[in-house]
């Protein structure tokens, strides 16, 4: 099993900055896919930023040129840092790992930390 804790989440005023954090306890970090998806109130949860076992990048369109996903592989750690937020990036905020347990994509399991709140106020 992995174990995922955000942290960061919190208020911040329109345009600011905010930078969001997820701690894995697996042992084998560096080999998984990471994640952010968010959940706005009243929305499903959606793609937010990825960040693969070799470094590769991918964004939301809607978060495109704002924020940066990286990872600090000796840390266990997946990073979030949010500029120029806007009211409708609020949103719980969760990451995912992957972990390939074998060869092929299907075989493939994803674990979920519990959210992190981000409230961007106007």
């Known amino acids: 099993q992995v174990q995922l804790v955000e942290s960061g989440g919190g208020l911040v005023q329109a345009g600011g900055p905010r930078r969001l954090s997820c701690v894995a306890s697996?042992?084998?970090?560096?080999?998984?896919?990471m994640g952010w998806f968010r959940q706005a109130p009243g929305k499903e949860r959606e793609f937010v930023a990825t960040i693969d076992s070799g470094f590769s990048t991918n964004y939301a369109e809607s978060v495109k040129g704002r924020f940066t996903i990286s990872r600090d592989n000796a840390a266990r750690t997946v990073n979030l840092q949010m500029d120029s937020l806007k009211p409708e990036d609020t949103a719980v905020y969760y990451c995912?790992?992957?972990?390939?347990?074998?060869?092929?994509?299907?075989?493939?399991?994803?674990?979920w930390g519990k959210g992190t709140l981000v409230t961007v106020s106007s």
């Open positions: 995912k790992a992957r972990a390939h347990i074998g060869p092929v994509e299907a075989s493939a399991m994803d674990f």
């Open positions: 697996g042992r084998t970090f560096r080999s998984y896919d």
